[in-house]
């Protein structure tokens, strides 16, 4: 549902936000010969039930890399103290340094921030105390991992909300970083 000219609120918009991302991703970067990477795209099952999923990616494909795409948490709403949540919605994708389990690679994450920088993407950078993603996994499997989050109020309730320009701009970064030398 929209709510003004850039909000979109809906359930599952953590799941359903990620895939449109990806899926973006994919329209443009298919059939490009500028592409700096083999780009495969994934959606994996049971993350919050002990990333279950990401595991059989690397059973199945050889992987360098990772970008983890996954809802990001916000302060930006009464009685949740943005110290602890800095994003906010509206501001960009959000590069996540560490979560309550792993840090990530920091030199991924700075090169996908940096990028956003000089490619004039909006940029947020944070650290999530109590959240967890596939990445952890695909890094505890010797896979170079960054999380790319896009800024989500609300999360888990039925009225999860997103900007639309986060998205895009969470598009722009991931077509960027795979066709960028």
Known sequence: RRLGEHLV????????VALTIATLAGERLAGRDDLRFEVWLASTIQEEVGIIGANSLVDELEIDRSISLDVGLTGDVPGVDPRM?????GGGPIVVYNDFSVHYDWAFTEELAA???SSSIPVQESSFANYGSDGSQMIRRGVKSALMTYPTRYTHSPIETVDIRD???????????????
């Open 9 to 16: 609120t809906g359930k599952a918009m953590d799941d359903r």
């Open 85 to 89: 949540f800095p994003g906010k919605i």
């Open 115 to 117: 990028l956003a920088r």
């Open 167 to 181: 998205v895009e701009w969470c598009v722009d970064l991931l077509v960027k970083y795979a066709t960028t030398g």
